[in-house]
């Protein structure tokens, strides 16, 4: 049986790297960029109006100069025809260029216009007021965004204002989810008192759609050697293989069997943590990674947030998984000396975690309003309030 940390470290072993692609930007939103963004040209690309108002020369409001004659309007993305002298302002609206004449623009409710002329206010005025400066964002072939990183909305939009079009990113591995049992009924299905319905395998499709991932291979298998063993067979040939279920040492848990008859290499079997010591992991000779979950649902999430995403996160270029400090805010203790994870919830309003109640891992509520996991160590058999633990977030990406 493995260690918490030389599980990870194991599973860290496999990781060769996922592929690059190019997609169309209006496809990477989820994706995990592969490549870092340069600025393409200086942000702001000229000097910008940052308000409507009235472009002027300082040195004229320093002369004492309060009225103006308008020599021009600027609207955004129009080029100015004309340049400033003395007494004279343009009149500009917000995002258009300033020309470089003008240094100081007053705002537009601090101004009386007439007639082409207008009389400015302010109690005080320094040089670029209310002015963007070229570059002052980002100069000309500086990093803008450093990967890997996931496109969301706001690195999206830093993608369409860079020009880029076509975005490099990870390629998406195939993927076979494969769940087992007799007890264990499809959906829609009716079910009898001693049977459960399928909700791992709607679990882990959901986890996997966090990384944009639709498995190519879903299937339920009863708890028979050879159906299991034509199932296993088929999967195993995807990148990465999540069976539920038939891991731990019960009469019908064949799976470890079948995988080895396979020719899977076992990396490992069983990990020295609470819920998901059953987990197996293992490699085909062709490098496919297979991962067997064990099957209580809070089992199945914590082993796929802690072991398979932190494949998923080194094979996209993450040097880890991420994780937190964060305070426990109350006292936890244990009786064992396994590695123990734990649901928590974010506190709204003090910077802590909180633990939430929840009765084995085999309680289908135990993950519903968690924020992620937290981690008790296995050489720690108390947590007192305030104690620093680390925090597996879900919502990692």
């Known amino acids: 049986m493995e260690s918490f940390d030389n599980a990870l470290t194991l599973i860290s072993s496999l990781v060769t790297g996922f592929a690059r692609e190019l997609v169309a930007l209006e496809e990477a939103d989820g994706r995990i960029l592969a490549e870092d963004i340069i600025a393409d040209r200086n942000y702001p690309p000229f000097n910008r109006a940052a308000m409507d108002g009235y472009a002027i020369m300082q040195s004229d409001w320093q002369k004492g100069i309060r009225k103006y004659k308008i020599t021009e309007t600027i609207l955004a993305g129009q080029a100015s025809q004309t340049q400033i002298t003395s007494g004279y302002c343009y009149k500009i609206m917000t995002g258009a260029a300033t020309p470089k ?61 860079t020009g880029n079009h076509l975005i490099p ?35 882990l499709k959901s986890l996997l759609k966090k990384w944009q991932i639709k498995p190519r291979f879903s299937r339920h298998v009863a708890d028979e050697v050879k159906v299991l063993r034509e199932a296993l067979a088929e999967a195993v040939t995807s990148d990465i293989t999540i069976i539920n279920g038939g891991v731990s040492a019960g009469d019908a848990d064949y799976v470890p069997a079948i995988l080895k ?45 802690i072991f398979v995403e932190s494949f998923l996160f080194k094979s996209t270029g993450f040097e880890n998984r991420p994780s937190y400090k964060l305070p426990i805010l109350q006292n936890r203790s244990k009786k064992h000396s396994l590695t123990e994870l734990f649901p928590v919830r974010l506190h709204s309003e003090i910077a802590g975690l909180q633990i939430l109640p929840f009765n084995g891992s085999g309680d289908i509520t135990a ?8 981690v008790q160590q296995n050489d720690c058999p108390s947590l007192l309030n305030g104690d620093l633990v680390d925090f597996y977030p879900f919502q990692s990406l």
């Open 101 to 161: 004449t003008a240094d100081v623009i007053i705002r537009r409710e601090d101004a009386s216009e007439l007639d082409q002329e207008v009389e400015l206010r302010a109690d005080d005025i320094k040089t670029y007021q209310n002015i963007s400066r070229e570059g002052e964002d980002a100069k000309k072939g500086h990093l803008l965004v450093k990967a890997p990183l996931r496109c969301n909305a706001q690195v999206i939009s830093i993608l369409a204002a």
């Open 367 to 374: 993950g519903v309003l968690a924020d992620g996991l937290a």
């Open 169 to 203: 990113v990870y390629a998406l591995p195939s993927v076979s989810v494969l769940t087992t049992g007799d007890e264990v009924v499809p959906l829609p299905g009716e079910v009898t008192a001693f049977q459960i319905r399928n909700s791992n395998q709607f679990l």
């Open 261 to 305: 008859s396979l020719g899977v290499k076992e990396i490992f079997h069983k990990v020295a943590i609470r819920p998901g010591k059953p987990l197996w992991v293992g490699q085909t000779s062709e490098g496919k990674v297979v991962f067997a979950l064990p099957g209580n649902p809070l089992s199945c999430l914590t082993t796929f947030t």
